[in-house]
């Protein structure tokens, strides 16, 4: 991928995920987040093997590149995907987009002291604090709206759970950078990651109700606007965006890659 078609790449998966936080709040109106996570991942698993195996490509069979696949499955998808899902059950999807605009100031840290080539700088020190600024700024103004005490401890918890994805994320996009140099091709990283975290979520999904956990939903009992979302989610905002994203890193670089996430609460407030 040239540096001209990342950064075209890079618009167009900031529309595309922008669009991912209203697509989770229709989706939790009637879907577990486990769930809701399963589908939208096992979507993504199912598309990305097929284009790996249709490019001649080969999943990994030794032992680090195998560990580095479930690593990113588990901290780059399960727990920012289940996370962003929860958070979204308390608070907006507007909120939901402009907390993950942390993730590009976590990365530019984490980046710092991981990857000699993505150095912190003067600049990038007062863009981190302003950064830092205007995310409390934001939140704390939605947190004042809520009323009951009750509900503002769980839109709290809804944003922290938002914070905290961003911060999986950042490890995610420094670390996958570090794994894919010279070993992992995107394709196979952006599919591996995919059937980790289908499989992980799919097993949470279906042996949660036996510890007391909601159980799975039927397609049968879902609204057409829910199930549109589902499968939006699944076909577009996550196969096709993992597509486009693990390239980016490669070219890129992870602190660029997650400056994407400036862009996501323009989409997501106007959506």
């Given at each position: 991928?040239t540096?001209?078609?990342?950064w075209l790449?890079?618009?167009?998966?900031?529309?595309?995920?922008?669009?991912s936080?209203?697509?989770?709040?229709?989706?939790?109106?009637?879907?577990?987040?486990?769930?809701?996570?399963?589908?939208?991942?096992?979507?993504?698993?199912?598309?990305?093997?097929?284009?790996v195996?249709a490019r001649?490509?080969r999943?990994?069979?030794?032992?680090?590149?195998?560990?580095d696949l479930?690593?990113?499955?588990?901290?780059?998808?399960?727990?920012?995907?289940?996370l962003?899902?929860?958070?979204?059950?308390?608070i907006?999807s507007g909120?939901?987009?402009?907390?993950?605009?942390?993730?590009?100031?976590?990365?530019?840290?984490?980046a710092?002291?991981?990857?000699?080539?993505?150095?912190?700088?003067?600049?990038?020190?007062v863009?981190?604090?302003?950064?830092?600024?205007?995310?409390?700024?934001?939140?704390?103004?939605?947190?004042?709206?809520?009323?009951a005490?009750g509900?503002?401890?769980?839109?709290?918890l809804?944003q922290?759970?938002?914070?905290?994805?961003?911060?999986?994320y950042?490890?995610?996009?420094?670390?996958?950078?570090k794994?894919?140099?010279?070993?992992?091709?995107?394709?196979?990283?952006?599919?591996?990651?995919?059937?980790?975290?289908?499989?992980?979520?799919?097993?949470?999904?279906?042996?949660?109700?036996s510890?007391?956990?909601?159980?799975?939903?039927?397609?049968?009992?879902l609204?057409?606007?829910?199930l549109?979302?589902?499968?939006?989610l699944?076909?577009?905002?996550?196969?096709?965006?993992?597509?486009?994203?693990?390239?980016?890193?490669?070219?890129?670089?992870?602190?660029?890659?997650a400056?994407?996430?400036?862009?996501?609460?323009?989409?997501?407030?106007v959506?």
């Open positions: 991928m540096n001209k078609q990342a790449g890079f618009w167009v998966l900031a529309l595309i995920w922008g669009s936080y209203l697509f989770i709040r229709i989706g939790v109106t009637q879907v577990p987040p486990f769930q809701l996570v399963f589908i939208r991942t096992g979507i993504a698993a199912v598309g990305l093997t097929t284009v195996f001649g490509k999943f990994p069979t030794d032992r680090r590149s195998l560990r479930i690593f990113q499955g588990v901290v780059n998808t399960v727990f920012p995907f289940a962003i899902t929860w958070g979204e059950t308390h907006e909120l939901a987009s402009v907390l993950q605009g942390t993730t590009a100031l976590f990365t530019l840290v984490l710092h002291f991981l990857l000699a080539d993505e150095r912190i700088t003067t600049r990038k020190i863009g981190l604090l302003v950064g830092f600024l205007g995310v409390v700024v934001l939140a704390s103004r939605s947190s004042s709206d809520t009323s005490a509900d503002a401890t769980l839109h709290l809804g922290l759970a938002l914070v905290a994805s961003s911060f999986c950042a490890i995610g996009n420094t670390y996958g950078r794994a894919m140099q010279h070993r992992l091709e995107p394709i196979v990283i952006s599919a591996g990651t995919m059937l980790v975290a289908a499989t992980i979520t799919g097993v949470i999904t279906y042996v949660a109700p510890f007391g956990g909601p159980a799975p939903v039927g397609f049968g009992q609204a057409p606007n829910v549109a979302a589902l499968l939006t699944g076909l577009v905002n996550t196969f096709v965006a993992y597509l486009i994203y693990y390239s980016l890193l490669a070219t890129l670089g992870a602190a660029r890659t400056m994407i996430t400036y862009v996501l609460p323009a989409v997501g407030l959506l």
